[in-house]
Structure formats: structure tokens, C-alpha cells
């Protein structure tokens, strides 16, 4: 079963826009961060209740951040890192009762399914950095561009099994998400099931490295019109690598005490903020760090490791006590999503 094309959906958004419109902190009227240009928005419709209908919400990446949908996939992809029993109990507290696990060497993930919902989670490695420390500006050519030779290869090892899953499944509505070096995986996945003729309700990743180089983050951008979007969080080195690399998508940054967005594809003819100019909340994206801030992080985190003490039980802490990955936990970005946009 395939979810309908987009420009049927978007026909039918514009019949019930109430959904498309941000959840305001107070769930009344928006406050003065949802406006454009001084005019306010109109106050959404109640939010289903239930994880699985807040997946069902139609949305749109260029929208004030107060997403439904972005609590949801943030919980999952806190849930994923669990031991199986813990993540077992949160993940059906968010309603998912089918649950098909993947995993190779230090890939895991699920696809997780609710009625018609289905949901294609990665996670990041629970160990060291490893994956960083070794990381490298390497690339694979692919039908779509030039994609990390690491990032591709890695999800080669479980995409039969992501597939396979997802077939079964036969999703209405299919969400992918991760975070950290399991959201460069999510984009991976995300243009295997685009090739597969999977239509995507969306991507939405956190602490995300980049995954390829300009020409294929355009082919993101065409593909995932305004169904893609990052989080990142205070100064998160990770979404900033590997050097000369680009980011599809749109950004959505807590920094300074306050959101910031990227709207990296221009606004299409006819959208309400076409003649607007540009969002108050726009900024440029976080330059990659280059070939020697790059050097400097990898070192910092071969020493952090180094310097790490153990925990209780013999693991050490992933990335020691590195500055460097200070703002990159799952955990800090679960809160902030939190307390900030997933209402």
C-alpha cells in the first residue's frame, strides 16, 4: 500500500489546514514567535491524542517548529538506545505493538509499526566515538550523487532486513528518524525507500552528520520538498562533518535560548511566504568544520576516551569527557524537544 502522491495530499491539507498551522505553547492563540512579518497565525485544532495520530498530522518543514510529529520521533529515537526490555516498554507506551528489531555489528534499529503508521529508527553507537574518531571525507558515487562511502556501506549490512519490514508493514503513513551517526543512516534509508517508491511523511533526524556532497543533498531537497527536517542543538560539532560535505533539509537549531530556522529551498510560487522576504527566524547554516577543525575534534576525542573513567559496569562514557560532543546526547536534545517543540 502505497500513501498518496504529494500533490493529492497537499489538496487535501488545504482542506483541513488547521493541522498544518504550529501548536501553540498554550494550545490557545500563538504567541508573537509564531508570526510572519506581524501577522498571526490562526490558532490550531486541538492535537490528537496518541502518538500514532500525531503521525498521521500532515506538516510542513518550513512551518514555526511546534510539531506533533517531532515529539513523537524524539521519544523514539531516545527509546531506541534502551536496553530491549526498557526500550520494549517505552516504545509500547507510545502505542507502536509491532516491534522488528535489525542490527549489525554496532547498527541497531527498528521499524516499528501502529495501524498504519510506521516508523524506520536508527540509533547511534552506544559505545565510543569510534565511527567519528575514524571518520573520513570518502564518497561512493550513486545513481542521485556522492554519498559517504562509510554511511552507505553501514546501511547496506540491515537494508534487506529495513525492506523487508517495511514491505510487510505496507505503512499509510512511514516516518524515519535518528539521531547522531543513526540519522545519517535514517537519510540513507530514507533515499533507498524513495527508490523503492515509497512516498515519506518525513525525515526527521538529530545530531545528524552530513551524508553527501552538494549534488545529492539537492536530490534530497526535490525528493523531500519540505518533509525534511534536523535538529541541532548549542554548539553540536557532529551535524557540522565531515568537512566539504553539504546538508540537505531544513535546519532547525536551539541556540541562545531560541530556535533558529534554515529554509534552504526557495519558497515555491504561490506559498503565503513567497512575498513575505524572509522569515525572521531564518540564519545560514553552520559552516562544515573544515579540514584542520576536524583534525583537532577527532584528536580531542581520541584523548577523551583515553582520559575516560568507567562506569560501574566496565563501559566508558561515548566520547569521554570531549567539549567537542558536549551538546550531542540524545538525552539533551529529548529535552529540548521536549520543553520547546514537540507539544
Known sequence: MRI???????LIAASAACFLLPLAPSGCAPDAEDQRDGEPLVPPAPVPAGPAARLRLDWDAHDPP?????????????????????????????GFDVVDRFSFESTAGAVLTSGDVTVVAFRGTDDRYDWLVNLDARTVTTSHGDMHRGFDRTYRAVGDDVRRAVRIAEPRHLWITGHSLGGALAVVCALDLLDEGYELDGVVTFGQPMVGRADLAEHLDRELDRKFVRFMNESDLVPRVPPHFTHAGSLVWFTGGAIKRTYPRPFAVGDPYSTRGEPSDAVSEPPPLSDAEFRTLQADLRAADASAEALPDGRVPVGGNSRFVRDHGMDLYLDRVRAEVGK
Do not use: F, K, N
Not at 498518496?4 to 497537499?10: A, F, G, K, M
Not at 510529529?69 to 507506551?93: K, M, Q, R, T
Open 4 to 10: 498518496p502522491s504529494t500533490l493529492s495530499r497537499r
Open 66 to 94: 511546534h510539531w506533533p510529529a517531532a515529539g513523537v520521533l524524539a521519544e523514539v529515537s531516545g527509546a531506541i538506545y534502551a536496553s530491549p526490555d526498557s526500550a520494549a516498554d517505552a516504545l509500547d507506551d507510545l
